[in-house]
């Protein structure tokens, strides 16, 4: 499957600023709103996703709240595919399944439609989308959710993988992962 050389890795790593110490201190946040402000590189950015995952037979993108929406979303329609969202708890409106995950402090929770996922294809191939990896918890949730929903997790892909917190390691035992750009 396609990947990035090195300069088009740069490329697409300038148009995401960095904001230290946001939401708290030691926090180097990925703000990717530079990137979708730039047609360019999001243009270049989604036109690579689309040749990575055009021929994979993929049935469904299931995208993050929130920065998943944006790509995923955009990716399905290039790939004239379907998308699902992966919600906070409480936003959906019909039925759903749940998957809990920890975080340093407490819990949190991703929610499904229960038939998000139907179509007349037995365990159909979902691509899962977000933004960022960092510690993993959220991705490896919604993965969890994917399996519990009868659907196949093909691949995992983030825009940027924060490679020092190796979230990846975990997602790893459970599928594929594809990450645009390592942060080390
Ligand atoms: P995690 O569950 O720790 O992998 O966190 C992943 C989620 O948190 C993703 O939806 C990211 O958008 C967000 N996130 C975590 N750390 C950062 C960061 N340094 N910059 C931007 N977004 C982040």
């Known amino acids: 499957m396609k990947t990035l050389n090195e300069s088009d890795k740069q490329y697409i790593l300038r148009a995401i600023r960095n904001v230290p110490d946001y939401p708290k201190p030691g926090i180097q946040f990925k703000d990717i709103t530079t990137l979708l402000n730039d047609p360019q590189v999001f243009h270049f950015l989604m036109d690579h996703l689309t040749a990575r995952y055009e021929d994979q037979g993929i049935d469904f993108i299931a995208g993050i709240e929130s920065r ?86 093909a691949e995992a892909c983030f825009i940027i993988n924060l490679a020092f917190l190796q979230g990846d390691e975990e997602i790893k035992k459970q599928t594929e992962v594809y990450s645009v750009l390592e942060i080390d």
Do not use: M, W
């Open 68 to 153: 998943g929406f944006i790509f995923g979303a955009a990716l399905a329609a290039s790939l004239r595919t379907r998308f699902v969202p992966i919600r906070k708890p409480g936003k959906l409106p019909y039925t759903t399944i749940s998957e809990k995950y920890t975080l340093e402090y407490g819990f949190d929770e991703v929610e499904l439609h229960i038939d998000a996922f139907k179509t007349d294809k037995a365990n159909p191939k979902v691509l899962l989308i977000d933004d960022l990896i960092a510690t993993g918890g959220t991705a490896k949730a919604a993965v969890n959710l994917i399996n519990k929903a009868c659907a196949s997790c």
